[in-house]
């Protein structure tokens, strides 16, 4: 699904932020990437859903090597990735509902295809009477929970996740965990980076740890 | 039972800051429908001098440029006529009156006794069956031979000028034109990359989530469309009222300029001026588009 071999990346002439990276996640997997702040794990979400191209090394995407992929074939490869962005980046001037329903419409859908999905899994992250509301008038944490409701709603091939829980109590981060699972056990591959070790402990899913720049740790799943 | 389905919202928010763009492809479609219609006045003044002056011809008699006037002119004028009228191809011919040989300089010459009291040659006016081919060269010297004070004048020559400064006039407007385009296309180029600058998270956004270039374009060029579309629109109707009152000012007795054509559009004219707002919509929608996926194919 996704694979990283010797992947550096540095912004301009700065630092490497990214040294060596290498690890492989396999299709259908559920894997949480951790390390303090500033050890690179936006970065490396970034190289993921494909926001930035690496410095150096090989990233593979869904079997396609995207140093050889044609930029032109990046549009198709994004659609099928989900991403709950940390600073979420909705859209302020569409209602709850329309922004959920961006990758559907991105896709080519229809509203008489979609409405009903997007009002149910708005019903399911609690937002069922915020559906006309705008971000600006929502709570950090709803605005959380729309991110994440745009982000898994057409069903990615693989979502990703930066700090999906910092902003909503622990309830509600349980239950969006539930809903990654649940879409994980439909087959998409997940990787959430964060620093809640609660969220890491009651899981048995894998770990990959940045430091400084550098994957240091990795537990595998448990069983 | 399913959903009703839901009016999707705008991809880009309306722009509050649009005003001025509009304000400018207004004026320019305004300067472009006035361009138009110059070259239509011009294109309809050339036809019209050409009507008017091909399938003629006229004969002057010249009087003697030093000395006494000729007292032969008149027998002169009337033997000048009968090879005209002898003429195959003439249909008609008659003699130009004093009076109206008077009228005819009196734009340049004023009237009154001084004038009347001029030299002035004889004129003869002739129409030919439309298409006829006279042999200029023989007829000349036939008349040379009944007149010798004559000249035989087939206006080609002043068909030719005349055209040629129609032609320069309908030449400068399409070149106004093609300024005007560049104009308006840069004006949008430039508003649709301060547009791409305001809404660059949006724009973002859309890119990272895997819109296709197409989509993000189509949010942008349709605004731009529909906004020159409605701003070009007024301008052309501007430019359409000024060549209404232009026509007006003459029905209401306001003599136009000598020679010149007369400024006013005939209604099916007016009608071409609809092509600015479409032609401005277009190169709104063209270059928005333009811009765009260039700012786009900029972006990883």
Redesign the interface.
């Known amino acids: 699904m996704v694979r990283f071999e010797n992947v550096g990346m540095r912004y301009g002439p700065g630092p490497e932020v990214l040294r060596d990276v290498t690890f492989v996640l396999e299709a259908g997997s559920f894997t949480f990437l951790t390390g303090p702040s500033g050890a690179g794990k936006s970065t490396l979400l970034k190289l993921m859903?494909?926001?930035?191209?690496p410095s150096r090394g090989l990233v593979t995407l869904f079997g396609n090597d995207l140093a050889t992929t044609k930029?032109s074939a990046?549009?198709?490869?994004?659609?099928?990735?989900g991403?709950v962005f940390q600073d979420f980046?909705l859209?302020d001037?569409?209602?709850a509902?329309?922004n959920v329903?961006?990758?559907l419409?991105?896709?080519g859908g229809?509203?008489?295809d979609y409405?009903?999905d997007v009002?149910e899994l708005l019903g399911w992250v609690g937002l069922a009477d915020r559906l006309h509301a705008r971000p600006p008038t929502l709570s950090g944490g709803e605005q959380q929970r729309v991110a994440i409701a745009r982000a898994v709603v057409a069903r990615p091939d693989l979502l990703l996740a930066d700090e999906p829980t910092g902003n909503v109590d622990a309830e509600i981060g349980q239950r969006l965990i539930r809903l990654f699972g649940e879409l994980n056990r439909l087959g998409t591959t997940v990787l959430i980076a964060t620093h809640d070790r609660s969220l890491i402990e009651n899981a048995r899913a894998r770990e990959i740890r940045l430091v400084d720049g550098r994957l240091v740790e990795m537990r595998a799943a448990r069983t | 039972m399913?959903?009703?389905?839901?009016?999707?919202?705008?991809i880009l928010?309306r722009e509050a800051g649009a005003a001025p763009l509009d304000v400018v492809i207004g004026v320019m479609a305004f300067l472009a429908a006035l361009a138009l219609g110059a070259s239509l006045v011009a294109d309809r003044a050339a036809e019209g001098w050409r009507a008017g002056l091909s399938g003629r011809l006229t004969v002057q008699v010249l009087p003697p440029e030093h000395g006494a006037p000729n007292p032969a002119l008149a027998q002169e004028t009337d033997a000048a006529l009968a090879v005209l009228r002898s003429t195959d191809g003439v249909v008609h011919a008659d003699e130009v009156s004093q009076e109206e040989t008077l009228k005819l300089v009196e734009p340049w010459l004023g009237s009154g006794a001084v004038v009347a009291d001029l030299p002035l040659p004889r004129l003869i006016d002739a129409t030919l069956v439309p298409g006829a081919r006279i042999d200029l060269a023989t007829l000349t010297q036939r008349l040379k031979q009944a007149a010798p004070d004559s000249t035989l004048d087939d206006h080609s020559h002043w068909i030719a000028r005349l055209k040629g400064v129609a032609d320069a006039v309908i030449w400068s407007a399409y070149g106004i034109l093609a300024l005007i385009a560049i104009a308006t296309a840069s004006a949008v180029a430039f508003a649709t990359r301060a547009g791409l600058e305001a809404h660059h998270?949006?724009v973002s956004?859309?890119?990272?989530?895997?819109?296709?270039?197409g989509?993000i374009a189509r949010a942008f060029e349709w605004h731009y469309l529909i906004s020159a579309l409605l701003a070009a629109s007024v301008g052309g109707i501007l430019a359409a009222a000024f060549f209404l009152a232009a026509g007006g000012l003459e029905s209401v007795g306001i003599e136009p300029v000598p020679f010149l054509p007369p400024l006013s559009l005939q209604p099916a004219e007016l009608g071409w001026l609809i092509v600015v707002p479409l032609s401005s919509a277009f190169i709104a929608w063209a270059t928005a588009r333009l811009s765009v996926l260039a700012a786009l194919?900029r972006i990883?």
């Open positions: 859903f494909l926001a930035e191209p930029r990046f549009a198709a490869l994004r659609r099928r990735i991403v980046r859209l001037h569409l209602s509902f329309d329903a961006l990758p419409r991105l896709a229809r509203p008489d409405t009903q009002e | 399913s959903a009703p389905a839901r009016k999707r919202g705008r928010p998270d949006i956004l859309l890119h990272q989530m895997g819109a296709r270039s989509f194919r990883y």
